[in-house]
């Protein structure tokens, strides 16, 4: 498929789920296609994926979410799609390394994205063992 431009892909993707494909099917990395869809930055076929009942927190082999993948690329409107209302996007989910969304967004300097993670639930995207960040920087709201 990586022939195929972002709205044939979206297109190939609706059609694949009209006739029945697996929307969580993951590959060899634990990479589901919301993952690849993340990866790519295409906000609209994550959110149709999601809207469709993907597994917004499923973990790749590296512990990555979809929302974590976003955050580290700098796709906020990735981020804004699996943050929108009604998903159950747990924020908070760390990968294999302990590293929250919101800390690999402040560490990737996707300032727009880690506030946009904090503003959704600040004491989520925050984990108490993390008052600071990888970098030993406070979240927005505490400076």
């Known amino acids: 498929m990586s022939y195929l431009g972002d709205t044939e892909k979206h297109d190939l993707i609706r059609v694949m789920l009209a006739a029945g494909a697996d929307i969580n099917v993951a590959d060899k990395q634990g990479d589901t296609p919301l993952h690849e869809a993340a990866m790519g930055k295409h906000a609209r076929t994550v959110a149709l994926l999601a809207r469709r009942g993907a597994n917004v927190n499923a973990q790749n082999a590296k512990g990555e979410t979809a929302l974590f993948i976003a955050a580290s690329n700098g796709a906020a409107d990735v981020a804004k799609a699996l943050l929108a209302k009604g998903l159950a996007t747990n924020i908070s989910l760390p990968n294999e390394d302990g590293v929250t969304p919101y800390q690999i967004a402040r560490e990737s300097s996707h300032d727009s ?17 993390a008052a600071h960040d990888v970098h030993g920087e406070e979240p927005p709201a505490q400076r």
């Open 113 to 129: 994205i880690a506030s946009m993670l904090f503003d959704a639930d600040g004491a989520a995207a925050v984990p108490v063992c």
